[in-house]
């Protein structure tokens, strides 16, 4: 009929549906801002210590590489947070161990400082992940914070150009997105340049190529970066 609109493409709902986030050796992207983690890392079982600090900002890799330790060193993981006495004689009883987010939430300091003198006892080892180092994690217990200052760290910088690009195409192809070349140029020089500004920027394009279900472009992802890193 004269006048009538034509029908409206119907808006598709965006599910948080699981990514694929591949957690293997061959999976993990190094650039000058983590070979030295990295390597710190893989030198197992030839550490310096029993216990070694893995430091990053968010986003940067710490999980993964933490999951790559675990698989070689057969270790457990578990948040720093789940820690309490009770626990400490089984899990000083694996041999090694991953504790992440020490600096995210409560922490049993007691059950930490005792757990780690447990694991060094049995000739066991453990990583800690951390965003930032034990000074800033808020302390009591002296001797904890003293241990931890002395064992060795491996840090991990904010990400280098030839990392952040290559960050972007491994999210986008965890997600099963097909991006060019040009769009991952132009983002990578319009984004704050943070591993957790990359994982940001990527479910959002995500989410909103699957809201209009169409393919990712360089104007939709443009669009996206506009709203995120654009506004003052």
Known sequence: MPGTEPPRRPRQLAFDLPVDSRHGVEDFLVGPSNEQAYA???????????????????????THLAAIWAARAHAWTLQASEIDEG????LASGGALVI??????RLDERALFHLLN????????????A???????????PDLL?????????EIAPPDDALLRALLVKLFVDRQLIVDTGTIEALALRMERSFAAARVLVDAID????????????AMA?????????AE
């Open 40 to 62: 710190l890392v893989e030198s197992w079982p030839a550490w310096p210590d029993a216990w070694l600090r893995l430091v990053g900002p968010e986003g940067s890799g710490k």
């Open 131 to 141: 965003r930032t180092p034990p000074d800033q994690w808020g302390l009591s217990v």
């Open 207 to 218: 989410r909103l190529s699957l809201e209009r279900g169409r393919r990712v472009t360089r």
């Open 146 to 154: 003293s241990r931890l200052r002395l064992a060795p760290a491996a």
């Open 100 to 105: 992440e987010d020490c600096d995210a939430g």
């Open 118 to 129: 447990a694991i060094k006892a049995r000739g066991g080892f453990a990583l800690l992940t």
């Open 87 to 90: 626990k400490v004689p089984h």
């Open 222 to 230: 443009n669009e996206v970066a506009a709203s995120l890193f654009d």
